[in-house]
């Protein structure tokens, strides 16, 4: 029976009423009262026209694959016939690994560390022993492992666990010192008990300690081996009940291993020793020796060591045993870092490693313990890392491991995800890349190959980034739900090292990792790629298949501006045009070696945070740096964190911004065409109510006064907004000043009201990283310790009041808002505006009040074709500009007409003068055509910059613009989607009439939003920060999914989730792993085609022939029933207090797993009953005929019996 569909009822009253997605009294910056659609016009026509595809069904949230080093591990088990890994963890996780692709991913419900992993080798199962004293068996012969059985210790605590091949009964040793037996099939303990009072000897008084080592003996299965912890080692027969022999140690025992033979064990120690003895002698060892240990002289007893943890002892069948331990190194060489020594013959070799161990295991040839063992590798589990060591030769070198392991080699700070990128240049990056790869791995195979994996059905090529805290960035190849390394890039290569003493001015804004990513900007299409770091700076990169050496250009930009001196004029009065030579900008020359570093006791000016290489830099095949832009210091302040980025390969142009203001670069002709604080972009268009202010000042506090008090010391003005210059020219010449402006008069004369902006006390957090910035409650009117500047008519800005709270008393700190903390406000316009749902293209100067009192970031940009202004005729290059309060405000980029000129040519910058607003920070934007598709973007097709033949060509770059097909017709011709942190938007463009309004979220806020493509049709997806993502339809803003995914308990997965094309998304579940997820409900139907197998049926390898005079002399080496032993018929039942059945759902699970979400499989499986139904009868009749020929010739047989009875032998 099919499932009932709530979301399908929704879909439809979603349908039938157009404005349902619209939120109510939502009437800010254009949007359409109560979510309803403007009235009239093409609006109509639009809508219309549009059929959205997308319905609820349509998507389902499910993880597909974790990628990356297993966090915190403890513990390690292979199967050698399966040939898989196991690993456990602190956080109750289990990742089993096989060959690459076969990578799956259990966790245990309730989060116990894990402390021991035991496979039932080529059983397709494991049992995993917790912290929580729970023992659980995983069915591993299913894609999705699940929990067949659990059983709950209540009285005891687990210490270790013991699997004997081929064997359903475990050993389990506990804290107290006993030994229970637990029937592995039906899960349920059994009535024999190995209590520790009867292990050791009645006349010892003292505690052994907890079971710290279990095992059979490789001779004969009914001794069982215990070690305890305070060195004490018993002979357990089983059979008998009794102990067989004692040993006794002054130190401490860590793990025992048996010789294969049977006769002969050896011990690992807490003082560093290893103990070997003999069953024939046990009452002193037969070797004693500490391997790092220092020889003293006769008589004296060889000094301590650090513990020996583990002791493997392998034998080889041509060559001497390997005895191989970790730890047991000298007290003395306290700076050594963790090692395993591998003791061969005489040869000792240490591996030292570069994180502490916490497991290893030998991989041998046979699984029998009896047999020799041959190892061949060596697995070894550190803290953050997991490597095989190469046994077959004699230098031992590692194997490569084909895991991406090493994701966290440098902590991650951002990661961008891109779905169906072209399918060259996965090839192009790995073929880079491979360059560049270690050297000195061992020649053969990766061992760990168990499993099986198939490429599915999904295709299309998906590359990951991930940018690091060393100023690494790692490009992966993440096709079909692998993970694969393909291309790493240093961006600290283009910076001067940092010498001792010279990293103050970058302390000051970051306490360590200097270089580290912060944002990543990259187009697959033009292959551009930008960066920007935690030390205020952005590098734009271009590709080449070509090795170059050349100078690194560098651009410094200052963008600290404090906001002065702001007389709010009187409605009536109309203010002076300011003087707009004081605001021309300055030059910008490229910077080179003329940064100079301000001498202690001097305000910092005009500095870099890091220095740029001077001399010729070689720049290997790959990303090659094309410009550096630095912000720089002013006035003794440090710059600010970049808090958006954007890149037009088309244009040739990068945009940053934050909490300071917006620049835009243009890295062609390598000019800055802006620089303009937040404010300055509003007033830009609103010349007749803007005041002339004074020069910005420095400020000095003096300390004989309560509140800090600021004299005055002019500095030229930094406004910003101007034409790149040609070559040659540096500054723009004041004559163009007055036509710079000429086009915006009219419109600002227009506007005869002011409207004032209340602000209300609340805040809430706008952007999701690590640098949150505690604001106080800033109110929009004057407070008592600034009325005397308010009363003549001067407001403090914020640099100004952010001073104020740092000097007063009793006032915690007022830091700068490093990622923008974003104010609610309320935008009351008039009648007319709310009639146009539109703002005017000019802005009140009494908007500044809100800047004031609290700097407003740029939080997004977006480059796109689209109209500039208010019923424009025709699209143009243009930028949005979203900021944390919410408003979104567009720039006019004047580009030249002919390709040629781009290159000489100035590119004029103009702020519009539009307006649009929303609430909350403003987190992306995207564009739709009239018919509903998506418009990406326009990007310059790829060419190799450093190609010599095509240099001798003409040099003409192929733009691919993606505008929208031309029409005849008079009205709307393009959408505008605009996501905040609140709500969403979908405006229509040229009449800038909100169509579509949606509340998101109320009580929470949005971390990331993004516009995704989901089968060929374009949708909204968000994830809050309460853990719910959401998806909605575009350009209604239908809701088709919410669901309370994750909660957002760590600010990691703030920063690094990100949404991508088709329906998949990731973010960094821990410090060392990538958790991907998808919301498309065909990928998780085909997720079970997708997924590796675990389980591969092969045949257990044949015991070796001990030979005829081996088996005499030998020993026992004879089997005993095992069954009979601790079966309930000869050893009882346990005490039902001792541990607890708990069933799994496994059956369930296998059912899902084997069915793979596919519903033809029961057809199938209909199928196939009657087949075999059908192939039963035949089996039947066949067997009816061979029953009637065996009665005739038995009968036969029976009379030629009897016909040949009574002769003899002779008469034959």
Request: with cysteine.
């Amino acid at each position: 029976m099919k499932k009932f569909n709530f979301r399908k009822v929704l879909d439809g009253l979603t349908a039938s009423s157009p404005g349902s997605s619209s939120s109510s009294g939502s009437n800010s910056g254009g949007g359409a009262g109560s979510g309803s659609m403007h009235p009239g016009g093409t609006a109509g026509v639009l809508r219309e026209e549009i059929q959205e595809t997308l319905t609820s069904d349509y998507f389902q949230i499910c993880k597909t694959v974790r990628h990356g080093f297993p966090y915190q591990p403890t513990a390690l088990a292979f199967d050698p016939v399966q040939k898989i890994l196991a690993i456990g963890t602190r956080t109750g996780a289990i990742r089993i690994l096989g060959r690459p692709g076969v990578d799956c991913y259990c966790q245990h419900e309730s989060g116990a560390a894990v402390l021991q992993l035991q496979f039932l080798i080529n059983e397709g199962a494991l049992v995993s022993a917790g912290s929580d004293d729970t023992l659980h068996l995983w069915n591993l012969r299913q894609k999705r492992p699940a929990i067949l059985h659990s059983l709950k210790f209540n009285r005891e605590r687990i210490t270790y666990c013991h699997l004997p091949f081929q064997s359903k009964w475990l050993y389990v040793g506990t804290e107290r010192g006993n030994t229970h037996i637990v029937n592995i099939e039906s899960f349920i303990l059994s009535g024999y008990v190995i209590m520790w009072n009867k292990a050791i000897e009645l006349s010892t008084k003292t505690h052994p300690g907890p079971v710290v080592h279990l095992s059979d003996s490789p001779r004969d299965e009914g001794k069982l081996l215990i070690g305890y912890e305070n060195g004490t080692v018993v002979f357990w027969d089983l059979k008998s009940k009794r102990a067989e022999l004692r040993v006794y140690y002054d130190e401490a025992i860590h793990s025992i291993d048996w010789h294969h033979e049977g006769k002969q064990f050896m011990c690992s120690h807490s003082d560093g020793s290893l103990t070997l003895w003999n069953l024939k002698s046990p009452s002193r060892p037969f070797q004693t020796t500490i391997p790092h240990g220092k020889t003293q002289r006769e008589g004296r007893k060889s000094e301590s060591c650090k513990p020996i943890l583990k002791v493997e002892y392998k034998t080889c069948r041509n060559s001497e045993p390997f005895i191989i331990f970790s730890g047991g190194l000298s007290y003395d060489k306290a700076c050594r870092r963790p090692s395993l020594t591998i003791m061969h013959g005489k040869a000792i070799t240490v591996l030292e490693m570069d994180h502490p161990i916490v497991e290893f295991l030998t991989l041998c040839e046979t699984p029998y313990p009896n047999e020799f063992q041959e190892p061949y590798a060596v697995a070894v589990l550190l803290e953050k890392d997991l490597i095989v060591v190469d046994l077959t030769q004699s230098n031992f070198p590692i194997f490569e491991n084909p895991y991406p392991v090493d994701i966290h080699e440098s902590p991650v700070t951002c990661t961008a995800y891109f779905a169906d990128c072209p399918p060259d240049l996965i090839l192009v990056l790995y073929s880079i890349g491979v360059k560049h790869k270690k050297q000195g791995y061992s020649n053969k195979e990766w061992p760990i190959s168990g499993g099986v994996w198939n490429l599915g059905t999904q295709t299309y090529p998906e590359i990951i980034i991930t940018g690091h805290a060393d100023g690494s960035i790692k490009f992966w190849d993440a096709s079909a739900i692998t993970l694969q390394m393909l291309y790493k890039l240093k961006t600290s290569k283009v910076f001067e090292k940092q010498k001792v003493g010279e990293g103050k001015q970058t302390c000051e804004i970051v306490e360590e990792d200097p270089y580290a990513i912060q944002m990543i900007y990259w187009c697959p299409e033009s292959r551009i790629f930008c960066v920007s770091g935690v030390s205020a700076y952005v590098i734009i990169y271009k590709f080449s298949r070509h090795e170059i050496t050349t100078e690194i250009v560098s651009l410094e930009v200052r963008l600290q501006y404090d906001i002065e001196d702001i007389i709010t004029p009187e409605p009536e009065t109309s203010p002076p045009f300011p003087d707009l030579s004081s605001q021309l900008p300055s030059s910008r020359s490229l910077s080179g070696s003329t940064n100079t570093v301000a001498s202690e006791g001097v305000t910092k000016d005009s500095i870099p945070c890091l220095n740029v290489k001077t001399r010729p830099v070689r720049m290997p095949p790959g990303y090659q740096a094309e410009l550096v832009i630095q912000l720089v210091w002013v006035d003794g302040e440090p710059p600010q964190q970049i808090t958006s980025l954007a890149v037009s390969s088309a244009y040739g142009i990068v945009a940053f911004g934050n909490c300071n203001g917006l620049a835009v670069v243009d890295f062609i002709q390598k000019t800055v065409l802006l620089s303009m604080g937040t404010i300055d972009l509003y007033r830009s268009s609103d010349l007749y109510q803007r005041q002339p202010r004074s020069p910005r000042k420095n400020k000095q506090f003096i300390a004989d006064s309560g509140l800090t008090e600021l004299n005055d010391s002019p500095v030229p003005l930094e406004l910003e907004r101007c034409k790149s210059p040609t070559p040659g020219l540096a500054t723009r010449t004041p004559e163009a000043a007055p036509g710079f402006y000429r086009n915006e008069i009219p419109a600002v004369r227009q506007r005869n009201q002011v409207h004032h902006l209340p602000v209300k006390g609340s805040r809430k957090l706008s952007l999701p990283t690590d640098l949150k910035a505690d604001l106080d409650h800033v109110n929009g009117h004057c407070t008592s310790p600034t009325s005397q500047s308010c009363s003549s008519g001067k407001r403090l800005s914020s640099a100004d009041v952010s001073k104020v709270n740092r000097w007063a008393p009793g006032r915690p700190p007022f830091r700068k808002a490093q990622s923008a903390a974003c104010m609610e406000i309320s935008l009351p316009v008039t009648t007319e505006e709310s009639r146009e749902n539109s703002y005017n293209r000019s802005r009140s100067s009494s908007i500044s009040s809100i800047d004031k009192d609290s700097k407003e970031a740029i939080t997004a940009l977006y480059f796109m074709e689209s109209f500039v202004r208010k019923n424009d005729s025709t699209i143009s290059p243009c930028l949005f500009v979203g900021t944390s309060l919410g408003m979104v405000l567009i720039i006019s980029l004047n580009l030249p007409s002919e390709d040629e000129q781009r290159f000489t040519e100035p590119v004029m910058v103009l702020p519009s003068g539009t307006f649009l607003s929303l609430k909350g920070a403003v987190l992306t934007f995207s564009c739709m055509d009239r018919t509903g598709r998506l418009m990406q973007p326009p990007y310059e097709v790829w060419r190799d910059p450093n190609n010599i033949d095509e240099n001798e060509k003409s040099w003409r770059r192929k733009l691919v613009m993606n505008c929208p097909s031309p029409s005849q017709e008079i009205g709307d011709h393009q959408y505008t989607i605009i996501c905040s942190e609140k709500q969403a938007k979908v405006f229509s463009l040229p009449s800038q009439t909100c169509l579509y309004v949606h509340n998101i979220t109320e009580t929470s806020f949005i971390l990331q939003a993004d516009v995704v493509v989901m089968c060929n049709s374009a949708c909204l997806a968000c994830f809050c920060a309460n853990g719910h993502i959401m998806i909605m339809s575009l350009p209604s803003l239908r809701p088709m999914l919410d669901v309370n995914y994750l909660p957002l308990t760590d600010m990691r997965i703030a920063r690094t989730f990100c949404f991508t094309n088709e329906g998949q998304a990731l973010y960094l579940v821990s410090p060392t792993e990538i958790q991907r997820l998808t919301y498309s409900q065909e990928m998780c139907d085909n997720l079970q085609d997708m997924l590796g197998d675990l389980f591969t049926p092969i045949e257990t390898p044949e015991a070796q022939n001990r030979g005829f005079l081996k088996g005499l002399f030998g020993g026992s080496g004879q089997t005993f029933d095992r069954e009979e032993l601790f079966g309930e018929a000869s050893a009882g039942k346990a005490s039902r207090s001792l541990a607890q059945h708990i069933p799994g759902p496994g059956g369930i699970e296998g059912m899902k797993g084997a069915a793979g979400g596919v519903m033809g499989e029961l057809t199938r499986a209909r199928i196939a009953l009657d087949e075999r139904g059908q192939r039963l009868g035949e089996l039947e009749e066949k067997t009816a005929g061979m029953m009637t020929s065996a009665e005739a010739f038995s009968k036969h047989a029976h009379e030629l019996m009897l016909k040949y009875k009574d002769k003899k032998w002779y008469q034959f």
